[in-house]
T-cell receptor
Framework: GENVEQHPSTLSVQEGDSAVIKCTYS??????FPWYKQELGKRPQLIID?????GEKKDQRIAVTLNKTAKHFSLHITETQPEDSAVYFC???????????FGTGTRLTIIP | GAGVSQTPSNKVTEKGKYVELRCDPI?????LYWYRQSLGQGPEFLIY????????DSGLPNDRFFAVRPEGSVSTLKIQRTERGDSAVYLC???????????FGQGTRLTVV
């Protein structure tokens, strides 16, 4: 089955700087890669996603890049703000396998 | 409703008891998923429904776990003979077609004592 690895497990960034979280996946058939943000005690919230026919996608301060050959994808947050502090999860799924396989999460702390 | 709704938000039960967790998906979403999230971990897949049928139940850990979605909307996750290791947050998600964007409920925190 699919295996998703996520790094780093914790990340502290000065407010205003950029943060990058990286994930690798094992199943070359995976074609959908979402990122979720989860604040303490709350539901995971979809913040951005990308499909395998696209190499990069951007939404304001958030961007995701995908390298299908290397089977890795990354989340980039620019101009970080205190409200960006949360746990971020990457995930992957394939065409015929609808379930999402999640990474282990990255706890992002923005230092004011 | 506006989002995925799960009830109860918290459930404390004694070891060996039976519990039911309910999920009300976003109206019109045909795909419904159950995940389990332990502390400090990412959600782990349990079961996926497309309409009324379970399209993939490969994540159910054992036969104590069962889920139904009889009318293709509300789903119930049922756990028999609960064990302390079942303690976790049980998350439900729904998706318009099953191909992609899944939206999560707030979860049910199950504690088995």
């Amino acid at each position: 089955g699919e295996n998703v690895e996520q790094h780093p497990s914790t990340l502290s960034v000065q407010e205003g700087d950029s943060a990058v979280i990286k994930c690798t996946y094992s199943d070359s058939a995976s074609n959908y890669f979402p990122w979720y943000k989860q604040e303490l005690g709350k539901r995971p919230q979809l913040i951005i996603d990308i499909r395998s026919n696209v190499g990069e996608k951007k939404d304001q301060r958030i961007a995701v890049t995908l390298n299908k050959t290397a089977k890795h994808f990354s989340l980039h947050i620019t101009e970080t703000q205190p409200e960006d502090s949360a746990v971020y999860f990457c995930a992957a799924s394939g065409d015929l396998r609808e379930k999402l396989t999640f990474g282990t999460g990255t706890r992002l702390t923005i230092i004011p | 409703g506006a989002g995925v709704s799960q009830t109860p938000s918290n459930k404390v039960t004694e070891k060996g008891k039976y519990v039911e967790l309910r999920c009300d998906p976003i109206s019109g979403h045909t795909a419904l998923y159950w995940y389990r999230q332990s502390l400090g971990q990412g959600p782990e897949f349990l079961i996926y429904f497309q309409g009324t049928g379970a399209a993939d139940d490969s994540g159910l850990p054992n036969d104590r776990f069962f889920a139904v979605r009889p009318e293709g909307s509300v789903s119930t996750l049922k756990i028999q003979r609960t064990e302390r290791g079942d303690s976790a947050v049980y998350l439900c998600a729904s998706s318009p077609t099953g191909q992609g964007r899944a939206f999560f409920g707030q979860g049910t925190r199950l504690t088995v004592v």
